[in-house]
């Protein structure tokens, strides 16, 4: 918020979410964090709010903050906002959740002017589909070394692809990092594309995983044929047919599209595995590669695909879509969605990403949240109120269990590094599948340093009650990728996985 002196009424009972997450500008976060008063997080607010409160009071508050330093006197708290504040202190600091900046579908870019905007796939004109494939093309043929590092002037397609698998082993999933890695992994590949002559303004579209665009079962983006290292490798995917079918049903009821939805109403960025927006967007994320397989389906090769980027575009698009539900474009905004140990990764030294902090192109995960990239359209949805659904809360906060409370069944400490490849958990009720979730890894996850270092994972399930009640439960993995010698894997081989089951509080 620019002004702190606008008009307003007291809101009898906010939420931070909703509310007091506002009442701070950038200039008072940067001064008092130098000051070691963090006012940007719920967790810092909540923590040194007396403190706060006495700061921007009459006769002579101290903040808002100018630039230099002084009281901006211009912009003191209106005595609405002070009774709002005092209002939620008096109701123990509820954490709540956001409200949508706007709701429905935008055709409008959220870029400035001049910046890359991506489009469907599907909207594309003749010449734009032409040119397309003229940079892919032209990639595909180059050829230089893929342990290359610093890059060459002109990238080929193999080099960039062996950075997400092999050779390259950048396995960025399943932790914090994800989202900001391949955002700039795209950018990389795109600023490749844009040096082919003719192609300078080029951008990645997107597919947003309707039927499968023609243009990508036609040459050269619907295979692609790698002689080197880590090959020799002849890129393979499902039929169009099978790949809906599959959207259709990994991740429980609805789909693909359903944890998407769901990713779409988090209040938070939450934590990989466990909560919020992450946990939705990365499930979705590793069933769709499942979905569409196998070289999908198989991180150690999977960026060779040429669908990789089309899908991984509209990823990004979702994640971009989620910023701006949440208002959370810049650095100021991203930090009220996180929690403090997710904080910690957007700050030096932990924002470094690798490989993209050497070279020509350096670029930290702060940087990434806004990149000067949008699309066409982003999916705002129409929900009035976003959600907050935890497993569990403080003692000291509001909450409530509503008779449509899902039910997360969690498989807790799974031996990831004991499974060779990416593997499916499938939740039986009375022997018949419920649901299930595809685990994307490499193929060698006791070689690959992030996975070693996470070598416990949880897979969760969120169900309806109606679904589990009264039925016998049981677990069981699949590997694919065993299909010639048989896909089930054993249980007694994956460490001592347990069952942690309860119903979803909603944070009031």
């Not at 950018?187 to 594309?193: G, H, P, R």
């Not at 789909?255 to 990365?282: C, D, E, M, N």
């Not at 003692?395 to 269990?401: E, K, L, N």
């Not at 899902?406 to 490849?421: C, E, F, M, Q």
Request: a negative charge.
């Amino acid at each position: 918020m620019a002004e702190n002196n606008t008009a307003e009424e007291p809101v009898e009972h906010p939420t931070y979410m909703a509310d007091i997450r506002f009442f701070f500008r950038t200039v008072d976060i940067d001064h008092m964090g130098a000051k070691g008063i963090d006012l940007g997080t719920y967790d810092g607010v909540k923590r040194n709010r007396f403190a706060i409160f006495a700061q921007v009071s009459p006769p002579d508050p101290n903040m808002p903050i100018l630039d230099n330093g002084e009281p901006d006197v211009a912009n003191q708290w209106s005595a609405a906002r002070l009774a709002t504040f005092n209002n939620w202190m008096t109701d123990n600091c509820p954490l709540g959740t956001a409200t949508p900046a706007t709701t429905g579908e935008t055709p409008a870019p959220v870029a400035a002017p001049g910046a890359r905007v991506r489009k469907n796939v599907d909207s594309l004109g003749d010449p734009e589909i032409e040119l397309l494939r003229k940079a892919f093309s032209e990639l595909m043929a180059r050829a230089n070394p893929i342990d290359q590092y610093p890059p060459p002037e002109k990238q080929s397609y193999a080099w960039i692809a062996g950075f997400h698998g092999l050779p390259g082993g950048y396995c960025m999933h399943h932790i914090d990092g994800y989202n900001p890695w391949h955002r700039t992994y795209l950018k990389v590949m795109e600023d490749a594309l844009r040096t082919v002559d003719g192609c300078e303004e080029v951008t990645l579209p997107y597919w947003d995983l309707g039927p499968l665009p023609e243009v990508l079962q036609q040459a050269p983006l619907a295979t692609y044929h790698l002689a080197t290292a880590p090959g020799p490798l002849d890129t393979a995917r499902n039929t169009p047919a099978e790949i809906a079918d599959n959207l259709s049903s990994f991740g429980g009821p609805g789909g693909v599209p359903a944890q998407i939805a769901k990713s779409l109403k988090q209040t938070l960025w939450g934590r990989s595995g466990v909560s919020g927006y992450q946990l939705y967007s990365i499930q979705a994320h590793d069933n769709g590669h499942g979905s569409i397989g196998p070289t999908m389906g198989n991180q150690s090769v999977a960026s060779y695909d040429p669908i990789f980027w089309f899908y991984h575009c509209n990823l990004d698009r979702l994640w971009l879509s989620w910023q701006t539900k949440v208002r959370a474009t810049d650095f100021t905004g991203f930090r009220n969605t996180l929690t403090p140990q997710a904080l910690k990764f957007f700050q030096s030294p932990l924002n470094a990403m690798p490989p993209w902090d050497d070279g020509p192109l350096v670029v930290t995960t702060d940087q990434t949240l806004a990149f000067g990239i949008s699309y066409d359209k982003l999916d705002l949805g129409e929900e009035d109120v976003l959600e907050n659904k935890v497993g569990s809360i403080d003692a000291a906060r509001s909450f409530s269990i509503k008779s449509s409370s899902p039910v997360s069944v969690a498989v807790k400490d799974i031996d990831r590094l004991s499974i060779p490849g990416s593997f499916v958990v499938n939740l039986l009720a009375d022997g018949e599948p419920v649901a299930q979730q595809y685990f994307f890894q490499p193929d060698e996850p006791r070689e690959c340093a992030n996975c070693v270092k996470n070598g416990l994972v949880s897979v969760q399930f969120h169900l309806d009650q109606a679904d589990l009640l009264d039925t016998k439960l049981s677990v069981s993995i699949e590997v694919p990728s065993h299909e010639g010698i048989g896909t089930a894997f054993p249980m007694s081989q994956v460490g001592n996985p347990t069952i942690n089951a309860r119903l979803l509080l909603d944070d009031e």
